[in-house]
T-cell receptor, first 111, second 116 residues
């Protein structure tokens, strides 16, 4: 039982490049989330998916797109990376009682 | 709308001293409340949760928190700090609305430093 897995763990991009962050969970959870974490700002929700086939914007969606590929997988795409997107990205899934389980994170640097 | 405020971005205690991390929330409906811990270069791990049962909640690693509705607080405590408790701690409140999205709103975090 791996819980929530994320790939890659580290990534360096140049401004304007694109990339996709992958996330998968094996807990049969309906809801999944993408957050970014920046110093002093806590976790900010980028996008979420309450169930397979649905996605919704969170607090900071600009510059990102998501795909809920199936119940297990939820990917985050940066179409044209900007230095302001340098951050640590966390994927999470939640049980029906709102308890969220987090992946180990992806450290992204955009130069 | 729901919100959460953590008082103090940085707390420093001596090993063996009481740990008190403060969290106040705002919610128009009975909330679910959570404390998560993040060790360096890791993801967030659940410490404890309040989901409308007992108001005093016990979690892992000797931590506990008390839900006080009259004070809209959910402060995290531990009687005796250990060096391994040094980490960042996040308080979170559930977002209730149309449908069960499972969304949480997180506080800005409190970094706990434990001095020998």
């Amino acid at each position: 039982n791996a819980g929530v897995t994320q790939t890659p763990k580290f990534q360096v991009l140049k401004t304007g490049q694109s990339m996709t962050l992958q996330c998968a969970q094996d807990m049969n959870h309906n809801s999944m989330y993408w957050y970014r974490q920046d110093p002093g700002m806590g976790l900010r929700l980028i996008y979420y998916s309450a169930s397979e086939g649905t996605t919704d914007k969170g607090e900071v969606p600009n510059g990102y797109n998501v795909s809920r590929l199936n119940k297990r997988e939820f990917s985050l795409r940066l179409e044209s990376a900007a230095p302001s997107q340098t951050s640590v990205y966390f994927c999470a899934s939640s049980a029906p009682n709102y308890e969220q389980y987090f992946g180990p994170g992806t450290r992204l640097t955009v130069t | 709308a729901q919100s959460v405020t953590q008082l103090g971005s940085h707390v420093s205690v001596s090993e063996g001293a009481l740990v008190l991390l403060r969290c106040n929330y705002s919610s128009s409906v009975p909330p679910y409340l959570f404390w998560y811990v993040q060790y360096p270069n890791q993801g967030l791990q659940l410490l404890l949760k309040y989901t409308s049962a007992a108001t005093l909640v016990k979690g892992i690693n000797g931590f506990e928190a008390e839900f006080k509705k009259s004070e809209t607080s959910f402060h995290l405590t531990k009687p005796s700090a250990h060096m391994s408790d040094a980490a960042e701690y996040f308080c979170a409140v559930s977002v209730h609305g149309s449908g069960n999205t499972g969304k949480l709103i997180f506080g800005q975090g409190t970094t706990l430093q434990v001095k020998p």
